[in-house]
């Protein structure tokens, strides 16, 4: 049950930060680092609960790895459309 609400908790947590990334688009305060390393942590801790058949951390850590992904993707079309603009004006 504590696993379960902790799961809950630390996912929902994530939620405000996708919504609000999803409407602005701006990732700007966002680290790349972390969240390339929030999101191998996630799918580690994905793939440690299948392999114990443990349903709290399945869950959480499925949902979260999507939640992360959505964020590190827009993280990625800034980073890239940035590294594009810089490319165009050095030519």
Do not use: F
């Not at 799918?43 to 443990?54: A, R, V």
């Not at 399945?58 to 810089?86: H, P």
């Amino acid at each position: 049950m504590i696993g379960t609400i902790a799961a809950c908790l630390t996912t929902g947590a994530l939620v405000p930060q996708v919504i609000k990334t999803i409407k602005t688009k701006d990732t700007s305060g966002i680290s790349l680092g972390m969240y390339s390393l929030q999101l191998i942590g996630v799918i580690l801790w994905l793939c440690y609960g299948l392999s114990i058949h443990d349903g709290a951390l399945i869950m959480a850590n499925g949902i979260t790895s999507v939640l992360s992904s959505i964020i590190l993707s827009y993280k990625l079309k800034e980073v890239l459309g940035k590294r594009n603009d810089l490319e165009t004006v050095q030519k």
